[in-house]
């Protein structure tokens, strides 16, 4: 069975202020890694889908990067904007389900 | 339409009663799954289709939930006999033909249960 662990739960950030959330996997055969942005309220929101180990994408002040036990969400001088709950998800290589983890709730405060 | 709508946006029942909450997927999709997502965390995988069948239902709790897709499009989860535990937000989403390569879910805002 898929599992994704979300590290950490929550984490308070001034602007301005970088860091990373972690996401930790096991599947059988990985068909995408998937990074969702969910505001309260609100469903996933997509970002990014990553394929294969050293691949790196980017999106404003996010980037995501993947090896092939984790991937990282790098948050680069964030903005009140960016508080959000962040989901990661792994598609496995016989399956089109996602199966995601709980979440890293970011909040940034001005 | 635009994207993955969802109705009712807010559902208040009795434990015991029955419930449906409806999928209207983006056009054009011919994938749909539901997902479950309680307070603080991930969702939680239920049921996908592919066109009208059930492509994997492993997801669902019990038999109290079932879920159709008639015509190919719109979807309806049914719960019966619900309980507090069911308490959650439901998401739907859809995506475009299931391929060899990932395919991206697009989600609905989600119908919020609550069984008293």
């Known amino acids: 069975e898929d599992q994704v662990t979300q590290s950490p739960e929550a984490l308070r950030l001034q602007e301005g202020e970088s860091s990373s959330l972690n996401c930790s996997y096991t599947?059988?055969?990985?068909?995408?890694l998937f990074w969702y942005r969910q505001d309260p309220g609100k469903g996933p929101e997509f970002l990014f889908t990553l394929y294969s180990a050293g691949e790196e994408k980017e999106k404003e002040r996010l980037k995501a990067t993947l090896t092939k036990k984790e991937s990282f969400l790098h948050i680069t001088a964030p903005k009140p904007e960016d508080s959000a709950t962040y989901l990661c998800a792994v598609q496995g290589s016989n399956d089109y389900k996602l199966s995601f983890g709980a979440g890293t709730t970011v909040t940034v405060r001005a | 339409g635009a994207g993955v709508s969802q109705t009712p946006s807010n559902k208040v029942t009795e434990k015991g009663k029955y419930v449906e909450l409806r999928c209207d997927p983006i056009s054009g999709h011919t994938a749909l799954y539901w997902y479950r997502q309680s307070l603080g965390q991930g969702p939680e995988f239920l049921i996908y289709f592919q066109g009208t069948g059930a492509a994997d239902d492993s997801g669902l709790p019990n038999d109290r939930f079932f879920a159709v897709r008639p015509e190919g499009s719109v979807s309806t989860l049914k719960i019966q006999r619900t309980e507090r535990g069911d308490s959650a937000v439901y998401l739907c989403?859809?995506?475009?033909?299931?391929?060899?390569?990932?395919?991206?879910?697009?989600f609905g805002a989600g119908s919020r249960l609550t069984v008293l």
């Open positions: 599947v059988s055969g990985l068909r995408g």
């Open positions: 989403a859809s995506s475009l033909t299931l391929g060899i390569g990932a395919n991206v879910l697009t």
